[in-house]
Protein backbone atom coordinates (compact mmCIF):
# COMPACT_ATOMS: atom_id res chain seq x y z
CA UNK A 1 0.00 0.00 0.00
CA UNK A 2 1.04 3.45 -0.46
CA UNK A 3 2.17 5.38 2.43
CA UNK A 4 2.47 9.09 4.06
CA UNK A 5 3.91 10.78 6.55
CA UNK A 6 2.18 12.37 9.56
CA UNK A 7 3.41 14.67 12.26
CA UNK A 8 2.20 14.57 15.97
CA UNK A 9 3.95 16.70 18.42
CA UNK A 10 4.24 14.96 22.09
CA UNK A 11 4.91 16.54 24.64
CA UNK A 12 8.64 15.94 25.95
CA UNK A 13 7.98 15.63 29.58
CA UNK A 14 4.59 13.37 29.57
CA UNK A 15 4.47 12.56 25.75
CA UNK A 16 0.74 13.71 26.18
CA UNK A 17 -0.42 15.56 22.56
CA UNK A 18 0.66 19.12 23.28
CA UNK A 19 -0.26 22.37 21.14
CA UNK A 20 0.69 25.51 20.25
CA UNK A 21 -0.64 28.78 22.86
CA UNK A 22 -1.35 31.56 21.02
CA UNK A 23 -1.68 33.59 24.21
CA UNK A 24 1.84 32.34 25.33
CA UNK A 25 3.63 32.24 22.10
CA UNK A 26 4.55 29.09 23.11
CA UNK A 27 3.59 25.43 23.05
CA UNK A 28 1.54 24.42 25.94
CA UNK A 29 0.91 20.99 27.47
CA UNK A 30 -2.56 20.87 29.21
CA UNK A 31 -1.77 18.02 31.18
CA UNK A 32 1.64 18.07 32.94
CA UNK A 33 1.52 22.21 32.24
CA UNK A 34 5.46 21.98 30.58
CA UNK A 35 5.63 24.75 28.55
CA UNK A 36 8.66 24.79 25.15
CA UNK A 37 9.83 27.34 22.63
CA UNK A 38 9.40 26.27 18.61
CA UNK A 39 13.21 25.60 18.90
CA UNK A 40 12.67 23.10 22.33
CA UNK A 41 9.62 21.84 21.01
CA UNK A 42 11.27 20.90 17.55
CA UNK A 43 14.74 19.61 19.16
CA UNK A 44 12.49 17.60 21.39
CA UNK A 45 10.25 15.87 18.66
CA UNK A 46 12.87 15.69 15.81
CA UNK A 47 12.93 12.24 15.97
CA UNK A 48 9.78 10.76 18.01
CA UNK A 49 7.37 13.23 15.82
CA UNK A 50 7.53 11.69 11.90
CA UNK A 51 5.03 8.88 11.62
CA UNK A 52 4.71 6.92 8.60
CA UNK A 53 0.53 6.19 8.76
CA UNK A 54 -0.15 3.88 6.15
CA UNK A 55 -2.91 4.87 3.84
CA UNK A 56 -6.68 2.96 4.90
CA UNK A 57 -8.44 3.58 1.90
CA UNK A 58 -7.80 6.15 -1.01
CA UNK A 59 -11.29 7.13 -2.55
CA UNK A 60 -12.70 10.11 -4.40
CA UNK A 61 -11.17 13.15 -3.26
CA UNK A 62 -10.97 11.70 0.55
CA UNK A 63 -7.99 10.16 2.19
CA UNK A 64 -8.12 8.34 5.43
CA UNK A 65 -4.94 7.55 7.84
CA UNK A 66 -4.77 5.68 10.67
CA UNK A 67 -4.32 7.69 14.26
CA UNK A 68 -1.19 6.63 15.73
CA UNK A 69 -2.28 7.59 19.42
CA UNK A 70 -5.58 5.15 19.62
CA UNK A 71 -5.72 3.73 15.58
CA UNK A 72 -8.95 4.97 14.82
CA UNK A 73 -9.54 6.05 11.36
CA UNK A 74 -8.88 9.74 10.29
CA UNK A 75 -10.40 10.77 7.22
CA UNK A 76 -8.84 14.13 5.48
CA UNK A 77 -9.74 15.59 1.89
CA UNK A 78 -7.14 16.90 -0.40
CA UNK A 79 -6.78 20.55 0.67
CA UNK A 80 -6.53 19.40 4.58
CA UNK A 81 -3.30 19.63 5.88
CA UNK A 82 -3.65 19.50 9.48
CA UNK A 83 -6.88 17.66 11.09
CA UNK A 84 -7.75 16.08 14.24
CA UNK A 85 -8.51 12.45 15.61
CA UNK A 86 -12.30 12.65 16.87
CA UNK A 87 -12.01 10.00 18.93
CA UNK A 88 -8.59 11.14 21.41
CA UNK A 89 -8.09 14.42 19.92
CA UNK A 90 -4.46 13.99 18.77
CA UNK A 91 -3.57 16.73 15.80
CA UNK A 92 -2.69 15.24 12.41
CA UNK A 93 0.11 17.08 10.45
CA UNK A 94 -0.52 15.41 6.49
CA UNK A 95 3.59 16.39 6.37
CA UNK A 96 3.61 15.52 2.68
CA UNK A 97 0.89 17.27 1.53
CA UNK A 98 3.17 20.35 2.87
CA UNK A 99 5.66 19.50 0.64
CA UNK A 100 7.74 20.66 -2.47
CA UNK A 101 5.19 23.59 -4.07
CA UNK A 102 3.30 23.75 -1.44
CA UNK A 103 5.31 24.19 1.03
CA UNK A 104 4.50 27.65 2.49
CA UNK A 105 7.26 30.28 2.71
CA UNK A 106 5.96 32.07 5.72
CA UNK A 107 2.81 32.02 8.90
CA UNK A 108 1.20 34.06 11.05
CA UNK A 109 1.09 32.17 14.40
CA UNK A 110 -2.60 32.38 15.88
CA UNK A 111 -2.51 35.31 18.76
CA UNK A 112 -6.11 34.69 19.65
CA UNK A 113 -8.14 31.96 21.84
CA UNK A 114 -11.05 30.36 20.96
CA UNK A 115 -12.71 31.99 24.32
CA UNK A 116 -12.14 35.67 22.25
CA UNK A 117 -13.96 34.52 19.15
CA UNK A 118 -17.02 33.04 21.60
CA UNK A 119 -16.92 36.47 23.63
CA UNK A 120 -16.73 38.10 20.31
CA UNK A 121 -19.87 36.09 19.44
CA UNK A 122 -21.62 37.17 22.40
CA UNK A 123 -21.08 40.81 21.87
CA UNK A 124 -22.87 40.92 18.46
CA UNK A 125 -25.95 42.19 20.37
CA UNK A 126 -23.80 45.43 21.42
CA UNK A 127 -25.27 48.49 19.05
CA UNK A 128 -27.43 46.16 17.00
CA UNK A 129 -30.89 46.68 18.02
CA UNK A 130 -32.53 44.86 15.07
CA UNK A 131 -31.16 41.96 15.95
CA UNK A 132 -33.02 38.33 16.68
CA UNK A 133 -32.73 38.43 20.77
CA UNK A 134 -31.26 34.91 20.81
CA UNK A 135 -29.43 34.55 17.93
CA UNK A 136 -25.94 35.56 19.68
CA UNK A 137 -26.86 32.49 22.47
CA UNK A 138 -23.51 30.43 22.49
CA UNK A 139 -25.80 27.44 21.79
CA UNK A 140 -26.48 28.25 18.46
CA UNK A 141 -22.76 27.70 17.41
CA UNK A 142 -22.25 24.16 15.88
CA UNK A 143 -18.56 24.50 15.31
CA UNK A 144 -15.54 26.77 16.39
CA UNK A 145 -12.29 26.07 14.47
CA UNK A 146 -9.46 27.50 14.49
CA UNK A 147 -8.05 27.46 10.68
CA UNK A 148 -4.48 28.20 8.91
CA UNK A 149 -5.96 29.43 5.40
CA UNK A 150 -3.42 29.53 2.54
CA UNK A 151 -3.12 32.98 1.03
CA UNK A 152 -0.67 33.63 -1.42
CA UNK A 153 0.79 37.47 -0.77
CA UNK A 154 1.80 39.69 -3.57
CA UNK A 155 4.29 42.61 -3.57
CA UNK A 156 3.54 44.81 -6.85
CA UNK A 157 4.90 47.93 -8.27
CA UNK A 158 1.99 50.20 -9.71
CA UNK A 159 3.10 52.72 -12.84
CA UNK A 160 1.59 54.90 -15.07
CA UNK A 161 -1.31 57.99 -14.98
CA UNK A 162 -4.54 58.95 -14.21
CA UNK A 163 -6.45 62.14 -15.68
CA UNK A 164 -9.04 63.87 -14.63
CA UNK A 165 -11.36 66.55 -15.39
CA UNK A 166 -11.37 69.65 -13.08
CA UNK A 167 -14.12 71.83 -13.14
CA UNK A 168 -13.96 75.64 -11.48
CA UNK A 169 -16.86 77.30 -10.84
CA UNK A 170 -17.42 80.76 -9.22
CA UNK A 171 -20.06 83.04 -8.75
CA UNK A 172 -20.08 87.02 -8.97
CA UNK A 173 -23.19 89.45 -9.25
CA UNK A 174 -23.04 92.72 -10.75
CA UNK A 175 -26.67 95.09 -10.00
CA UNK A 176 -29.46 92.37 -10.62
CA UNK A 177 -27.41 90.18 -12.80
CA UNK A 178 -25.40 87.20 -11.25
CA UNK A 179 -23.33 85.02 -13.64
CA UNK A 180 -21.25 81.71 -13.22
CA UNK A 181 -18.70 80.65 -14.95
CA UNK A 182 -16.96 77.55 -15.17
CA UNK A 183 -13.53 76.72 -16.48
CA UNK A 184 -12.55 73.28 -16.82
CA UNK A 185 -8.79 71.64 -16.67
CA UNK A 186 -7.41 68.32 -18.14
CA UNK A 187 -5.30 67.20 -14.91
CA UNK A 188 -2.92 64.75 -15.11
CA UNK A 189 -1.08 62.52 -11.75
CA UNK A 190 1.45 60.15 -11.86
CA UNK A 191 4.12 58.15 -10.51
CA UNK A 192 5.27 55.09 -9.12
CA UNK A 193 4.25 53.23 -6.51
CA UNK A 194 4.92 49.63 -4.32
CA UNK A 195 2.65 47.75 -2.76
CA UNK A 196 3.82 44.53 -0.03
CA UNK A 197 2.04 41.65 0.92
CA UNK A 198 -1.69 42.36 -0.85
CA UNK A 199 -3.30 38.68 0.46
CA UNK A 200 -5.56 37.26 -1.50
CA UNK A 201 -7.56 33.68 -0.64
CA UNK A 202 -5.24 30.95 -2.15
CA UNK A 203 -8.84 28.35 -1.68
CA UNK A 204 -11.46 27.88 -3.33
CA UNK A 205 -13.62 26.68 -0.21
CA UNK A 206 -13.91 29.87 1.83
CA UNK A 207 -15.72 32.71 1.26
CA UNK A 208 -13.37 35.62 -0.79
CA UNK A 209 -15.96 38.08 1.12
CA UNK A 210 -15.00 37.35 4.38
CA UNK A 211 -11.31 36.51 4.17
CA UNK A 212 -11.00 40.43 1.94
CA UNK A 213 -12.62 41.68 5.39
CA UNK A 214 -10.46 40.05 7.49
CA UNK A 215 -7.93 42.00 6.89
CA UNK A 216 -5.39 43.68 7.42
CA UNK A 217 -2.71 41.16 9.04
CA UNK A 218 0.02 42.80 10.65
CA UNK A 219 2.56 41.18 8.64
CA UNK A 220 5.57 42.50 11.21
CA UNK A 221 4.59 39.35 13.23
CA UNK A 222 4.90 36.68 10.27
CA UNK A 223 7.60 34.25 10.82
CA UNK A 224 9.45 31.20 8.39
CA UNK A 225 6.18 28.16 7.99
CA UNK A 226 7.47 25.70 10.77
CA UNK A 227 5.07 22.44 10.93
CA UNK A 228 5.05 22.73 14.96
CA UNK A 229 2.68 26.22 14.87
CA UNK A 230 -0.22 24.18 13.17
CA UNK A 231 -0.06 21.61 16.07
CA UNK A 232 -3.61 22.03 17.76
CA UNK A 233 -5.23 23.80 14.68
CA UNK A 234 -7.22 22.75 11.44
CA UNK A 235 -5.33 24.20 8.37
CA UNK A 236 -5.76 24.13 4.11
CA UNK A 237 -3.59 24.00 1.72
CA UNK A 238 -4.25 26.10 -1.68
CA UNK A 239 -5.96 24.99 -4.57
CA UNK A 240 -5.61 28.56 -6.76
CA UNK A 241 -1.90 28.80 -8.27
CA UNK A 242 -0.73 32.60 -7.73
CA UNK A 243 -0.51 33.14 -11.36
CA UNK A 244 -4.38 32.46 -11.54
CA UNK A 245 -4.88 35.57 -9.12
CA UNK A 246 -2.59 37.78 -10.04
CA UNK A 247 -5.23 39.86 -12.39
CA UNK A 248 -7.47 40.23 -9.32
CA UNK A 249 -4.87 41.67 -7.28
CA UNK A 250 -3.33 44.21 -9.61
CA UNK A 251 -6.85 45.03 -9.68
CA UNK A 252 -7.05 46.16 -5.93
CA UNK A 253 -3.59 47.74 -6.44
CA UNK A 254 -3.89 49.53 -8.82
CA UNK A 255 -7.57 50.64 -7.40
CA UNK A 256 -5.70 52.15 -4.44
CA UNK A 257 -3.03 53.61 -6.75
CA UNK A 258 -5.73 55.73 -8.29
CA UNK A 259 -7.41 56.95 -5.22
CA UNK A 260 -4.22 58.14 -4.16
CA UNK A 261 -3.65 59.90 -6.82
CA UNK A 262 -7.12 61.49 -7.07
CA UNK A 263 -7.11 62.46 -3.39
CA UNK A 264 -3.46 64.57 -4.57
CA UNK A 265 -5.90 66.53 -7.25
CA UNK A 266 -6.87 69.64 -5.51
CA UNK A 267 -8.13 73.51 -5.53
CA UNK A 268 -11.32 72.80 -7.72
CA UNK A 269 -14.84 72.97 -7.48
CA UNK A 270 -15.46 69.41 -9.10
CA UNK A 271 -13.23 66.40 -10.16
CA UNK A 272 -13.89 63.43 -12.46
CA UNK A 273 -11.78 60.60 -13.37
CA UNK A 274 -11.56 60.49 -17.11
CA UNK A 275 -8.39 57.85 -17.87
CA UNK A 276 -6.66 55.54 -15.53
CA UNK A 277 -3.33 54.39 -17.66
CA UNK A 278 -2.05 52.29 -14.32
CA UNK A 279 0.21 49.14 -15.11
CA UNK A 280 0.45 46.64 -12.47
CA UNK A 281 3.75 44.44 -12.21
CA UNK A 282 4.65 41.92 -9.82
CA UNK A 283 7.59 42.25 -8.24
CA UNK A 284 7.20 38.98 -5.92
CA UNK A 285 4.66 36.32 -4.53
CA UNK A 286 4.76 34.14 -1.45
CA UNK A 287 2.42 31.40 -0.02
CA UNK A 288 1.52 32.30 3.16
CA UNK A 289 -0.66 30.55 6.04
CA UNK A 290 -2.34 33.14 8.34
CA UNK A 291 -4.90 31.89 11.10
CA UNK A 292 -8.60 32.37 10.97
CA UNK A 293 -11.40 31.51 13.53
CA UNK A 294 -14.54 30.42 11.40
CA UNK A 295 -17.30 30.42 13.67
CA UNK A 296 -20.45 27.51 12.37
CA UNK A 297 -23.78 29.62 13.65
CA UNK A 298 -27.21 27.65 13.10
CA UNK A 299 -29.97 29.71 13.83
CA UNK A 300 -33.52 28.52 12.65
CA UNK A 301 -32.82 25.90 10.27
CA UNK A 302 -30.27 28.36 8.16
CA UNK A 303 -26.34 28.49 8.69
CA UNK A 304 -24.51 31.84 9.21
CA UNK A 305 -21.07 31.89 9.01
CA UNK A 306 -18.77 34.41 11.07
CA UNK A 307 -15.23 34.59 11.39
CA UNK A 308 -12.30 36.18 13.28
CA UNK A 309 -8.35 37.41 12.38
CA UNK A 310 -6.94 35.04 14.61
CA UNK A 311 -4.30 37.90 15.13
CA UNK A 312 -6.12 41.33 15.14
CA UNK A 313 -9.19 39.65 16.77
CA UNK A 314 -11.15 41.25 13.97
CA UNK A 315 -14.64 39.59 14.01
CA UNK A 316 -17.31 39.92 11.33
CA UNK A 317 -20.13 37.66 9.30
CA UNK A 318 -24.02 38.62 8.18
CA UNK A 319 -26.36 39.02 11.28
CA UNK A 320 -29.75 38.57 10.54
CA UNK A 321 -32.60 40.86 10.96
CA UNK A 322 -35.50 40.28 13.47
CA UNK A 323 -38.39 40.72 11.10
CA UNK A 324 -40.94 41.83 13.94
CA UNK A 325 -38.61 44.53 15.36
CA UNK A 326 -37.58 45.80 12.06
CA UNK A 327 -41.42 46.54 11.37
CA UNK A 328 -41.79 48.35 14.58
CA UNK A 329 -38.52 50.03 14.44
CA UNK A 330 -39.29 51.36 11.46
CA UNK A 331 -43.37 52.94 12.33
CA UNK A 332 -41.14 54.22 15.24
CA UNK A 333 -38.97 56.25 13.19
CA UNK A 334 -41.88 57.22 10.42
CA UNK A 335 -43.87 58.39 13.40
CA UNK A 336 -41.05 60.32 14.86
CA UNK A 337 -40.28 61.94 11.67
CA UNK A 338 -44.45 62.97 10.99
CA UNK A 339 -44.27 64.41 14.31
CA UNK A 340 -41.47 66.38 13.84
CA UNK A 341 -42.46 67.58 10.82
CA UNK A 342 -46.02 68.58 11.47
CA UNK A 343 -44.60 70.54 14.47
CA UNK A 344 -42.41 72.67 12.32
CA UNK A 345 -45.41 73.28 9.86
CA UNK A 346 -47.19 74.57 13.06
CA UNK A 347 -44.72 76.90 13.88
CA UNK A 348 -43.77 77.90 10.33
CA UNK A 349 -47.62 78.72 10.53
CA UNK A 350 -47.76 79.80 13.76
CA UNK A 351 -45.23 82.81 13.47
CA UNK A 352 -46.00 83.81 9.75
CA UNK A 353 -49.56 84.34 11.32
Known sequence: MAKEEALEYKCPSCCATIAFNPKLGKWKCDYCGSQFTLEEINQKNKKSSIKTEEIIDNYNDYISYKCESCGAEIVADNETVATFCIYCGNTAILKNKLSGKFTPHKIIP??????????????????????????????????????????????????????????????WTVGATHYTKTSKYNVIRGGKMDFYNIPI??????????????????????????????????????????????????ERAIKSAENLLFEDISGYTSKTLTKNSLQAKEIKKEYALLPVWMVNVKYKDKMHIFAMNGQTGKFIGNIPLDKTKTVIYSLVIFIITLLISILVSYLIYKNGG
Open 110 to 171: FKTEKEVALKAFKNLSKGRPLMPKDFNNPSNIEKIRGIYIPFWLYDLNINGNIEALGKQVTH
Open 201 to 250: DGSTRFDNDIMNTLEPFNYDEMTSYNHAFLSGFYAEKYDTEGENLFNEVS
